[in-house]
């Protein structure tokens, strides 16, 4: 069985927001929090986004940086855990994504929580990240999800991610070729160095195939939300929702509520727009 993106998100363009967990205890980055506590923060984050109005909840256990493409068998352990504890706390969709692009551990979890979506941050190709190099992990995910998954997840793959740079130097609308047509990614994720940047890749994607679904990976705040929200088909945020700007901050209600509000209205003016009015 496969999910498709509109069974998924209850809006046209979501706004996914990512839940980014806090160093597990005895990891390098920890600062001396229990499991417990680690749990209760994603969990209370979760509840304040969805109060707020997201569409979706993508976890990633930040915290566990410096990693490349597999992590510890305590960490995924931990990590389960957290994710379930906010399936099962707060209704809303929810992805997996193990830093750097620990595939394998991704799916595992998601598999295990039934989540709906899983993200990649090298899908195709192979990028040189601050933490060496990554291979793409398609065709391991491919063989993964058909011996292993009853559900598909949705597969959002990052293209020519900010963080990182690509091996083969190729244009952005053939990588997401690659993604989409030949390694079955349901959605791509982009993010340049600027909105203007952005914008152009996604109107570059758009042209060579035009029923791509585009996502933002990041770099969305209030001041570009408007242009890059037409744009793309959706976006996934965390530091414009924060106090400080800063993507390892909680989230703030009162700005990740004024930030949904702009989105809805950038939503209604789309569609009045598209129906003449």
Known sequence: MNLKLDTVFRSKKPVIAMVQTAAFPRSSRSKGLTM???IESAVNDAFLLKKAGVDGLLLQDLGQLPRRDTAELVDVARFSIVCSAVKHEVSLPIGINCVWNAWKETLAIATAVEAQYVRFKTYVGASLTPFGLVNGCAADVAQYISSTCLVKPLIFADIQDRNATPIAQQTVEREAYQAMKMANADAVLI???SPSETIIKINDIKKVLPEAIVFVGG???FDTVDDLIQSADGIIVKSCLTEDGNIESPPNLDIASAFMKKVEQ?????ISTRSGL
């Open 219 to 221: 770099g969305v705040n």
């Open 36 to 38: 417990d506590q680690v």
């Open 191 to 193: 993010e340049g160095r």
């Open 266 to 270: 950038v939503r209604k003016n789309e």
